[in-house]
C-alpha cells in the first residue's frame, strides 16, 4: 500500500469514529433486531470505507455519510421484507434472551417513533435528516432529490405525523 492509501484508510476510519452516531441512528431506524442492526451496520461501515476513494471533499461529509447509509438501508430493507414471505414464526418462549429494561420513555416520545417508523423508506430517510437539523440543501444532496421536493414532503410528513399521532 502506498503512503496515500494508507493515509485515506486512517482518515476515513477516524471520520467513522467521528460520526458513529449518525450511522447508528441510521440503523437504528432502520431495523430493531440486534442481528440484523449489525449486519447492517458492517455493510454500511464497508460501503462507506469502499467509496471514500471517490469521495467528492467538496459535499460535506455527514451528508455523503448519510446518503451511503441510507441507500444501504433502504436496500437492506427491501432485501428484508421480500425474504419476510418465507419467515416462520417461532414460539415466543423458545429462545429467552434477557435484556436490559430500557429506561423510562415519554409515551409520546414512544408514539412518535412508533409513526416515523411507519414511513416508507425514503420519507424516514429525509425526516430523520431533518431531525437532526440538516439543511435542505443538505437532505437534497443526499437523497437526490430537489431542495424545494425536500420542503414539500417534510411539510407532507409533519401533516401525516401529526394527523396519526391526533389520532
Not at 469514529?17 to 440503523?27: A, F, G, P
Not at 449486519?39 to 464497508?46: H, P
Not at 461529509?61 to 414464526?89: C, D, E, G, P
Request: hydrophobic share 35%; charged share 30%.
Amino acid at each position: 500500500m502506498n503512503n496515500r492509501k494508507m493515509g485515506d484508510h486512517t482518515e476515513i476510519v477516524h471520520l467513522i469514529e467521528e460520526h458513529r452516531r449518525l450511522i447508528y441512528k441510521v440503523v437504528n431506524s432502520y431495523c430493531s433486531d440486534i442481528h440484523e442492526q449489525e449486519d447492517l451496520l458492517q455493510e454500511i461501515i464497508f460501503q462507506i470505507i469502499k467509496g471514500y476513494e471517490k469521495f467528492d471533499h467538496g459535499v460535506k461529509v455527514t451528508t455523503w455519510m448519510y446518503k451511503v447509509a441510507f441507500n444501504v438501508s433502504i436496500s437492506h430493507y427491501r432485501k428484508l421484507r421480500s425474504r419476510q414471505k418465507y419467515v416462520v414464526a417461532m414460539p415466543e418462549k423458545l429462545v429467552s434472551v434477557e435484556e436490559d429494561e430500557e429506561p423510562e420513555i415519554d409515551e409520546n416520545l414512544k408514539r412518535l417513533r412508533e409513526l416515523i417508523d411507519e414511513l416508507d423508506p425514503l420519507n424516514k430517510a429525509i425526516f430523520i435528516m431533518y431531525l437532526d437539523e440538516n439543511s435542505h440543501a443538505e437532505i437534497s444532496e443526499a437523497m437526490g432529490i430537489s431542495v424545494s421536493n425536500v420542503g414539500t414532503k417534510i411539510n407532507r410528513i409533519k401533516k401525516q405525523l401529526k394527523k396519526k399521532f391526533n389520532q
